[in-house]
Structure formats: structure tokens, C-alpha cells
């Protein structure tokens, strides 16, 4: 397990941009497949992107071309940029991380360690 502290989160007008960060403690960061969830009011939690130790990336159909996923190992953190965001992007949204090496079709149980969660609000 590690613990995850995400950060960036805040307002922005539709068409705008913002960087979330997830900072995760533990030594095996590197080998974790790290993912992005977002959770809007009254809906369930979806999954939004991931990335594996190899740097390999997979993204909702929602958000392709208009978020990117990264990590930096050395930092011990994951990104997502998004841009081009709209009102539905809206969330709470929350890094996930798990030691599984898992390439496609991530489900909220694949994940055992989530943060803490950080709002995202695009205004129309």
C-alpha cells in the first residue's frame, strides 16, 4: 500500500486548463500502475486514465485528446493535464494506485490505495 496526496484542483472557465498532481510515498512507486478516477454528484465513480511502470496509457473515451496522463518516478508522482475542459468534467477526482500490472478495463476494485480526492470545477 501507499498513501497517495493529490493536489491542483480548483475553478476554471470552460476551455481552460489545470494540472493535477498525486504525490505518493513508498519505495516501489515505480512498479505501481497508477490511475485517475473522477466521482460527479449523484454518479458513480468512473475511471478517467491510467498509466504502468512502463509507461504505458490508457484513457476513457471521454477524455481522449484532451487529457494527458505522466508520471515521474524520481518525484514519486503522477499527473494529469487537462485540458480543453468542459462543465461534465466536474468531479471530485481521485489517483489510485495498485501493484498489478494491468493494461486495460481498470475497475475501482483493481485499485487498493486512493487519495484523498480534489475538486475540479468547470464553469460554463
Known amino acids: 500500500q501507499v498513501q497517495l496526496v493529490e493536489s491542483g484542483g480548483g475553478l476554471v472557465q470552460a476551455g481552460g486548463s489545470l494540472r493535477l498532481s498525486c504525490a505518493a510515498s513508498?519505495?516501489?512507486?515505480?512498479?505501481?500502475?497508477m490511475g485517475w478516477f473522477r466521482q460527479a454528484p449523484g454518479k458513480e465513480r468512473e475511471f478517467v486514465a491510467a498509466?504502468?511502470?512502463?509507461?504505458?496509457?490508457n484513457y476513457a473515451d471521454s477524455v481522449k485528446g484532451r487529457f494527458t496522463i505522466s508520471r515521474d518516478n524520481a518525484k514519486n508522482t503522477v499527473y494529469l493535464q487537462m485540458n480543453s475542459l468542459k462543465p461534465e468534467d466536474t468531479a471530485v477526482y481521485y489517483c489510485?494506485?495498485?501493484?498489478?500490472?494491468?493494461?486495460?478495463?481498470?475497475?475501482?476494485?483493481?485499485?487498493?490505495?486512493w487519495g484523498q480526492g480534489t475538486q475540479v470545477t468547470v464553469s460554463s
Open positions: 489510485a494506485a495498485t501493484a498489478r500490472l494491468i493494461y486495460s478495463n481498470y475497475r475501482e476494485g483493481d485499485f487498493g490505495s
Open positions: 513508498g519505495r516501489t512507486f515505480s512498479g505501481y500502475t
Open positions: 498509466i504502468t511502470w512502463s509507461v504505458s496509457t
